[in-house]
């Protein structure tokens, strides 16, 4: 296409199907300059490529990033918080919101960490996930049973 003129009928209508195609994420219908197919992979994957950014800046400017150690600990400390986020995308799912969930998570392991000299660690436990359990049948209680939304409940 020449400088200064128009695009023809036929290169708006093939340029507005590439750039649904990108906004969909169908980046196999992409059929056109490789700059778009790009720029599509980039739109799309643009968290992943952040974070892969940000481990690879880490992993240079210090040399205990990627040690066992380090890596192990970034586990553990993840999966609880993966743990509660299991139970709320349950709730989410199903239209409801939970504003105590962290709370609830908080109250159990202090109570287990208060009986645990006195009564042992399994028992503790035990106790602390009673404790967490009775919050949510609490809850759930006035949510099912009285209609409260769960948002005021919680």
């Not at 290169?11 to 969909?24: G, I, L, Q, V």
């Not at 196999?28 to 739109?43: F, N, Q, T, Y």
């Not at 006035?142 to 005021?152: E, H, R, T």
Request: proline share 3%.
């Amino acid at each position: 296409m020449p400088i200064g003129s128009l695009p023809s009928a036929a290169e708006r209508r093939d340029r507005a199907r590439r750039r649904s195609a990108m906004d969909r994420g169908e980046l196999s219908r992409l059929d056109g300059h490789p700059k778009d197919l790009l720029v599509a992979i980039a739109r799309k994957y643009a968290i992943v490529i952040a974070l892969f950014s940000v481990a690879v800046v880490l992993a240079s400017s210090s040399s205990h990033f990627l040690t066992g150690l380090n890596l192990l600990n970034t586990v553990e400390s993840g999966a609880i918080y993966g743990i509660v986020a299991i139970g709320l995308t349950v709730l989410m799912i199903g239209g409801e919101f939970d504003l105590c969930a962290g709370a609830t998570f908080v109250l159990s392991g202090i109570v287990a960490a208060k009986l645990q000299p006195s009564i042992g660690s399994w028992p503790a436990l035990a106790i602390g996930l009673l404790a967490g359990t009775a919050v949510g049948i609490v809850n759930g209680l006035f949510v099912s049973a009285f209609s409260v939304s769960s948002f005021v409940t919680t």
